[in-house]
T-cell receptor, first 117, second 111 residues
Framework: ETGVTQTPRHLVMGMTNKKSLKCEQH?????MYWYKQSAKKPLELMFV???????ENNSVPSRFSPECPNSSHLFLHLHTLQPEDSALYLC????????????????FGAGSRLTVL | GENVEQHPSTLSVQEGDSAVIKCTYS??????FPWYKQELGKGPQLIID?????GEKKDQRIAVTLNKTAKHFSLHITETQPEDSAVYFC??????????FGTGTSLTVIP
């Protein structure tokens, strides 16, 4: 496998469920990101991890909980979500978070399409 | 913070014609401007980028221009082909290393 892999590709859950999204990168990158993509809106940065440490948290509700156990894996744990949380959740990675422009070029996964009923 | 606006939201062109997508940004300190192409069912893929010390960059049929004074940058696709049909996103990176994205342009190339 190469690039950034996200699972599951589609997820339907009720508001009381607990589920997790998984992201794995095979690029040897040091930074990983979660973005939310909603129709007609810009991509919203949710979380950034650099060398397994969280460096950005853009006022995301606590019902979204990230986990980065190592530099290759990133999870997004979901619980008690709302219907407005339905969106495409994109994982991305980059060589580094800071530094020269070429170092934090983002490579995206295909996304996990989440529907909250 | 940075604010990126992208126009148009939809664009249809005949195969072989050129397509131009424009973005403006608000933070004059932003220093890096990538363009992403997102095909149906896939994640965004980087197609071209430009740094703030460069005015134009070209890669085969794709070019990007940057006007720092006016704070706008544009994507130019020449000799469009049906496989160019996708959603295109511009982005600007600020000095905090955070990317701000436009709302996307849905390009349809009509055979």
């Amino acid at each position: 496998e190469t690039g950034v892999t996200q699972t599951p590709r589609h997820l339907v859950m009720g508001m009381t469920n607990k589920k997790s999204l998984k992201c794995e990168q095979h690029l040897g990158h040091n930074a990983m990101y979660w973005y939310k993509q909603s129709a007609k809106k810009p991509l919203e940065l949710m979380f950034v991890y650099s060398l397994e440490e969280r460096v950005e948290n853009n006022s995301v509700p606590s019902r979204f909980s990230p986990e980065c156990p190592n530099s290759s894996h990133l999870f997004l744990h979901l619980h008690t979500l709302q219907p407005e949380d339905s969106a495409l959740y994109l994982c991305a990675s980059s060589q580094d978070f800071a530094g020269l422009a070429g170092a934090n070029v983002l490579t995206f996964g295909a996304g996990s399409r989440l529907t909250v009923l | 913070g940075e604010n990126v606006e992208q126009h148009p939201s939809t664009l249809s062109v005949q195969e072989g014609d050129s397509a131009v997508i424009k973005c403006t940004y608000s933070d004059s300190a932003s220093n890096y401007f990538p363009w992403y192409k997102q095909e149906l069912g896939k994640g965004p893929q980087l197609i071209i980028d430009i740094r703030s010390n460069v005015g134009e960059k070209k890669d085969q049929r794709i070019a990007v221009t940057l006007n720092k004074t006016a704070k706008h940058f544009s994507l130019h696709i020449t000799e469009t082909q049906p496989e160019d049909s996708a959603v295109y996103f511009c982005a600007a990176r600020n000095t905090g290393n955070q990317f701000y994205f436009g709302t996307g342009t849905s390009l349809t190339v009509i055979p």
